[in-house]
């Protein structure tokens, strides 16, 4: 009689479950956003974000070190400034608060983590937006593209290892690459939050950074559309030809496929950005007790590895570091 398929006797014990694991979470996969506001004495809880703080710089360094010793590599820094402009001056002010708290992490830990910074406005603009606006209200592409530029070059003075710009400019990794190399900044990586979805997963997020855009409006002039996959993949063509060092697909659980699809014509380290909202989510079914927030946050972990990401950016960085021991 032909063979019946037994697939349930690799399923038998723990050490054969392990043995035959075909995705394996470690530290090394995460990395941990953290928000550093200035102007503050204490750490500022963010309701909608609960674990989550704004920190001081005391509180940061604090905060990178109890990661470190979890064995995670690297940190994302977003900043919230006390005064925010039309042009988000405070990102390019070389003592803003990023880039004060870079020298600070590179000070304490010299090269043991890699320092990523958010290259963006939204943080420092007083209408929210991620770029320069025109007289009429648009974001003005070009002229934002200028500011990244000068952004890029402040942060990488500050310590930067790697910068990721994460507002959705067209040719913004051009720019940076080409502001990084005339002042001899050469070996800054860039992480180009290349397929970037104007998702409604940044809740959260938007509470952390103090953000609200201008008159009710939305990011979808810039961010793509939540209805596209193609469109990620030409993103994501021209990220790779500008320069990038690394991708990121973001959000993650919602755009799996995205993932896939990228990793499968790509072989740059691709990074997927487990954000705010999806944070969020486990944190309040688990706070009910309707699920485990543990065992949900281990899963979606994987399964964003699984799809085929290498890097998980996520606020769960700490919790899940520390499960996986
Ligand atoms: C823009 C930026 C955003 C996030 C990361 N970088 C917000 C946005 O695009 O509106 C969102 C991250 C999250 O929700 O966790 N600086």
């Not at 820094?77 to 020298?103: H, M, N, T």
Request: glycine share 8%; aromatic share 6%.
């Amino acid at each position: 009689m032909f063979p019946q398929r037994r697939l349930r006797r690799l399923r038998r014990t723990p050490a054969l479950r392990r043995m035959v694991a075909e995705t394996v979470l470690t530290p090394d996969d995460l990395i941990a956003p953290l928000f550093v506001r200035e102007g503050i004495d204490e750490p500022q809880p963010i309701p909608s974000l609960p674990g989550v703080v704004q920190h001081t710089r005391a509180s940061l360094t604090a905060e990178v070190k109890e990661l470190v010793d979890l064995g995670i590599p690297a940190v994302v820094l977003f900043g919230v400034p006390e005064r925010k402009d039309a042009e988000g001056s405070g990102a390019s002010d070389p003592d803003g608060i990023v880039q004060v708290a870079l020298r600070d992490l590179r000070d304490a830990f010299g090269d043991s983590v890699v320092l990523v910074t958010d290259l963006c406005l939204d943080e420092y603009t007083d209408h929210g937006h991620c770029g320069l606006l025109t007289p009429s209200g648009a974001v003005d592409n070009d002229a934002t593209l200028d500011r990244y530029a000068e952004v890029a070059v402040v942060q990488a003075e500050a310590g930067a290892d790697i910068v990721a710009p994460s507002g959705m400019m067209d040719g913004q990794v051009a720019a940076i690459r080409d502001a990084l190399d005339e002042d001899e900044f050469g070996e800054v990586a860039i992480l180009a939050y290349a397929a970037k979805y104007a998702s409604a997963l940044y809740g959260p997020f938007r509470d952390a950074v103090d953000v609200e855009i201008a008159d009710g409006g939305d990011r979808k002039a810039y961010q793509q559309d939540v209805r596209n996959v193609r469109e990620s993949l030409e993103e994501v063509r021209a990220d790779v030809l500008e320069g990038a060092d690394l991708l990121m697909v973001k959000p993650a659980l919602s755009y799996l496929d995205v993932i896939t699809r990228v990793r499968a014509e790509h072989d740059l380290p691709l990074a997927a950005y487990h954000v705010s909202g999806e944070y969020a989510m486990i944190k309040a079914a688990a706070a009910n007790g309707w699920i485990d927030g543990e065992l949900v946050a281990l899963e979606q972990l994987t399964a964003i590895k699984r799809a085929g990401a290498d890097l998980v950016l996520t606020y769960l960085a700490k919790e899940a570091a520390a499960a996986l021991g």
